[in-house]
């Protein structure tokens, strides 16, 4: 049993920055951010592998965002930098026995309870 908790978010202006942490309890691989923003279906983000040697980034948050991980404090983060109004949504950070490559959200079978990120234009 794998418990992830998010922390992190709040409200930004555009063109600010902020810091998503993700705490894990118990074993983890491949952790992965996803966001959900109301009416729109839950979108990967980003995920990292164990040994944090291989990425993924959606296309949209490719240059801005930076995931990482420190297994020493079971933690993964997420540095959004560069924000936009659409970049507001709940995010999640969820695990996966799979690759970084997978990007569905049914391949991960542990989740956070959510952090809102709201960016202001």
């Known amino acids: 049993q794998v418990q992830l908790v998010e922390s992190g978010g709040g409200l930004v202006q555009a063109g600010g920055s902020l810091r998503l942490s993700c705490a894990a309890s118990?074993?983890?691989?491949?952790m992965g951010w996803f966001r959900q923003s109301p009416g729109k279906e839950r979108e990967f983000v980003a995920a990292i592998a164990w040994s944090a040697d291989r990425t993924n980034y959606a296309d949209s948050v490719k240059g801005r965002f930076t995931i990482s991980r420190d297994n020493a404090k079971n933690t993964v983060y997420l540095q959004m930098n560069s924000l936009k109004p659409e970049d507001t949504a709940v995010y999640y950070c969820?695990?996966?026995?799979?690759?970084?490559?997978?990007?569905?959200?049914?391949?991960?079978?542990?989740w956070g309870q959510g952090t809102q990120v709201t960016v202001s234009s």
């Open positions: 969820a695990t996966t026995p799979l690759g970084v490559g997978i990007v569905g959200a049914a391949a991960y079978n542990y």
């Open positions: 118990g074993r983890t691989s491949t």
